[in-house]
């Protein structure tokens, strides 16, 4: 077995041929594998992360509002709260003009978010109602431009 071995180099190195043994050979195989299995792993990453990315994003003409950070005593008990609104314009000249006046449409949105919270946690009919007076108020300040407004996260 030796000799053969044997005889295999010294015939490689009379042909020039560079000599690898069987663990350099299997070394390289598992190292083209792993490589091949990262490029692969990148790939589906790279796809989870653009399908996550594009599933956050409700449409393009949505301007996010917040988030608005809500301290308030309920019957004596501090409640701590986090609310992020998005607000659909009816087009992208609309969201221009809502996110150059983002300080007045907070200034709607904010106080309306704390009297969501007087009460406690909100239920569903409250938010409802949140977002209806909000579209309202928002469609008084600045008419044929609100076309939605809903609730990003409400923690």
Do not use: C
Not at 31 to 55: A, G, L, M, P, V
Not at 83 to 101: C, G, H, N, P, Y
Not at 128 to 140: C, R, Y
């Amino acid at each position: 077995m030796t000799r053969i071995f044997l005889v295999a180099t010294l015939l490689a190195l009379v042909a020039g041929v560079p000599i690898l043994s069987a663990p350099a050979l299997a070394e390289t195989d598992s190292t083209k594998e792993r490589k091949e299995e990262q490029k692969q792993r990148d790939k589906e990453h790279k796809q989870f992360n653009r399908e996550i990315q594009y599933r956050r994003v409700v449409g393009p003409n949505i301007l996010p509002i917040g988030p608005f950070s809500i301290s308030v005593f309920v019957q004596g008990q501090p409640l701590e709260a986090r609310l992020r609104v998005a607000i659909e314009a009816k087009d992208v000249q609309a969201k221009t003009t809502l996110d150059a006046q983002k300080w007045a449409v907070n200034g709607i949105v904010y106080p309306l978010a704390v009297k969501l919270y007087e009460n406690g946690r909100p239920n569903r009919e409250q938010i409802e109602l949140f977002k209806m007076e909000a579209q309202t108020q928002l469609s008084e300040r600045y008419p044929d431009m609100v076309q939605a407004v809903y609730i990003e996260s409400l923690i």
